[in-house]
């Protein structure tokens, strides 16, 4: 995330910790190039426009522990570490309530052009009341009704990535004098419940034409619409065993939704402790905790779950409850049958925020990631920091080699987009069973900008 404390709250203060030079853009630069050299698939950037003010009813915790604000817009940075890297993608976090689809299909198309067809969109809905607020609305849209804007976001931007520029509507024609052929440029002429898009796609087609779909929700809402529309999905889990039943339910739901199988990849959030040997990693383990914040780690769980942990007795369990909020968050801690509290909270969650931490040498974190594959059912995981850089530099060295020697990571990359690299699907745009691709053909020979304005004045 572009911001100070992510995951793990309090930790930007340990003196290896680069956190607070989320500002230079060296520091992403540096990141990227990093995970190239681990073979990483992508550098997912999460992100939110509204600030974690449920604790005790302010902002004052999150800002004094840098708890997810300040933040930076999550697009700034990626045109800089494409040009320093070759392969490896870019994950976009952008929510669907807050900003125009017109506009974000221009922003993710030319991110998508200068990267060389390395970008994904994380499809996010919002959760946070503040950030409506911020935008002239009272409070957040509801729940499931977020998702039913979605759907039609998604429509529209698919109309233009797919459908509103033909293949070949590009001909750089010097000679000639052409650059784009007008006949093959369709309007979309959307008109829906929430959006009115009448004109065509601005940028021409980029090498994916609809980025790599991403998307982190696991309620029955966010299931249903991953099912159709996700080819990565992120998940939370508390265990092995509680991953099973959600991969195996979410990868029914693919398809019956009319998709293959290996159409959609899997991920859970997991926080990585490791060095030479168990030991050590316990040793690293302890010295993170000690900086760690409550307060910090509290202020995230506000905004996560909607409820002011402040007003909660720290020893009682904590039960799921229906809100606007992230569902999944307290879910995802009730699922495996462990009486969580305030008080387990911040000793287990301090670091790792939403997801388990595992802690111990190479052998150890391989055996475990392999049980999460092998019994959860996950294809990967979203592997957040609890200090930056060091956490990912440590898994490189320590985890990566040994994982390589197991046959369970790759060694080099596949060629092409990040499409193809990630699920390695030829040519590089959706498949047919992917609901973009029912506008790839949907406007030919449909009304076009030439037939709308007419034939081409001629000066002699």
């Not at 990626?78 to 689809?101: C, K, L, N, R, Y």
Request: glycine share 8%.
């Amino acid at each position: 995330m572009s911001c100070v404390g992510h995951q793990a709250a309090g930790t930007w203060r340990h003196p290896s910790s680069q956190a607070s030079r989320y500002n230079d853009l060296e520091y992403w630069t540096q990141l990227a190039m990093e995970l190239e050299r681990g073979c990483f698939d992508t550098l997912f950037i999460a992100d939110v426009v509204g600030v974690y003010d449920v604790y005790r009813g302010s902002a004052e915790g999150a800002l004094h522990d840098a708890a997810q604000v300040p933040v930076n817009d999550p697009f700034g940075a990626i045109s800089a570490m494409a040009a320093v890297t070759q392969h490896v993608g870019f994950g976009i976090t952008a929510a669907v309530t807050f900003e125009h689809p017109y506009l974000l299909a221009r922003r993710l198309s030319t991110l998508d052009h200068l990267t060389k067809g390395r970008v994904a969109w994380n499809v996010v809905s919002s959760y946070l009341d503040s950030a409506a607020r911020n935008i002239g609305m009272e409070k957040q849209i509801a729940h499931d009704a977020r998702y039913d804007l979605a759907e039609e976001y998604m429509e529209v931007v698919y109309k233009l990535w797919e459908g509103s520029w033909e293949e070949g509507a590009v001909l750089r024609d010097k000679e000639r004098g052409v650059f784009t052929d007008a006949s093959k440029v369709h309007p979309i002429k959307h008109e829906g419940q929430y959006f009115k898009v009448p004109g065509f796609h601005l940028t021409e087609p980029s090498p994916q034409r609809t980025p790599v779909i991403f998307q982190a929700g696991a309620s029955t809402a966010g299931r249903a619409f991953a099912a159709r529309h996700a080819e990565s999905m992120f998940i939370l889990a508390t265990s092995p065993e509680s991953a099973r039943a959600l991969t195996d339910t979410i990868r029914a739901e693919v398809a019956a939704a009319g998709r293959e199988p290996d159409a959609l990849k899997i991920f859970t959030l997991l926080t990585i402790i490791t060095g030479p040997d168990d030991e050590a990693a316990r040793r690293k383990h302890e010295e993170y905790l000690s900086y760690a914040s409550p307060t910090g780690m509290l202020a995230l769980y506000g905004g996560w779950t909607g409820l002011d942990f402040a007003s909660l007795d720290p020893d009682a369990p904590l039960e799921a409850v229906e809100n606007d909020s992230l569902r999944t968050t307290l879910e995802s801690l009730v699922a495996d049958g462990q009486q969580w509290t305030v008080r387990e909270v911040i000793r287990q969650r301090s670091i790792g925020g939403l997801g388990p931490v595992l802690v111990g040498g190479p052998q150890t974190i391989a055996d475990a990631l392999e049980r999460w594959v092998d019994e959860g059912g996950v294809d990967g995981f979203n592997l957040a920091y609890a200090v930056t850089p060091a956490s990912t530099t440590d898994f490189i060295d320590f985890v990566v080699p040994e994982l390589r020697q197991r046959g369970r990571v790759q060694t080099a990359y596949r060629p092409g987009t990040l499409r193809e690299k990630l699920l390695g699907d030829a040519g590089g745009q959706t498949r047919a069973s992917h609901p973009a691709s029912h506008w790839r053909q949907h406007y030919v020979g449909q009304e076009s900008v030439a037939d709308a304005s007419g034939p081409a004045a001629s000066w002699a």
